[in-house]
């Protein structure tokens, strides 16, 4: 038997989502196990149980997260000291930053489909579209019917799709999206 790891080198949460995050990334969902996680980690896959009891709440740990990361965002431009279309207009150009800045994490947050992980998936998409529905909501001057915000959200969904793999970066479409933006704003607001 192998002496105990240093504490430095004791296997945490973060490390195993970050390996796996990296592996979904390069792999689909079905090739990626836990067992392979565990060898690039250097660890035996049992210590990969002691923090997720399967591969589909591993799959959802790393969701959970970049989900936080695009809330964040959101909560962000919220709280600035812009104005309120101002406000709203960054946080939709912040969404599509955020999708082809990261196109990878977008891809398992809102693309892929799979029984097994889909239901604990939706949880962390429902509660980050709530945040964006509301924020939305709170930052147009009058109140807009459920089926405006979502059209706004399939927009913004849509140009993150048709340039994902086209585009290395934001920045690479910053003009398009900023009139994809505005065209947007201009329909919530005529609506």
């Known amino acids: 038997m192998s002496p105990r790891k240093p504490a430095s080198e ?4 973060e490390m195993i989502l970050k390996e796996a995050r990296l592996q979904f990334i390069e792999k689909d ?3 990626v196990s836990m067992r392979n996680i565990a060898k690039q980690l250097g660890c035996s896959h049992g210590a990969i149980y002691y923090h997720f009891k399967n591969k ?3 799959f ?6 970049d989900f936080a990361r695009l809330n964040q ?4 431009v919220v709280e600035g000291n812009e104005d309120d279309e101002s406000k709203l207009t960054s946080i939709f150009l912040r969404f599509i930053e955020f999708g ?3 196109q990878s994490q977008y891809e398992i947050m809102f693309m892929t489909r799979n029984s097994e992980v889909d239901s604990l998936n939706q949880q962390a998409a429902y509660m980050s579209y709530q945040k964006f529905a509301q924020s939305v909501q709170t930052l147009c001057r009058k109140r807009l019917a459920i089926k405006d915000v979502w059209s706004a959200f399939i927009a913004l969904h849509g140009f993150v799709s048709y340039y994902r793999g086209y585009v290395t970066r934001y920045e690479d479409v ?8 505005k065209f947007i704003v201009k329909g919530l607001k005529s609506s």
């Open 10 to 13: 004791e296997l945490t949460r």
């Open 29 to 31: 969902f079905q090739k």
């Open 56 to 58: 589909a709440e591993l």
């Open 60 to 65: 959802n740990g790393v969701v959970e997260e």
């Open 73 to 76: 965002l959101i909560e962000n």
């Open 100 to 102: 082809l800045d990261h």
């Open 174 to 181: 910053k003009v398009t999206a900023e009139g994809h933006v």
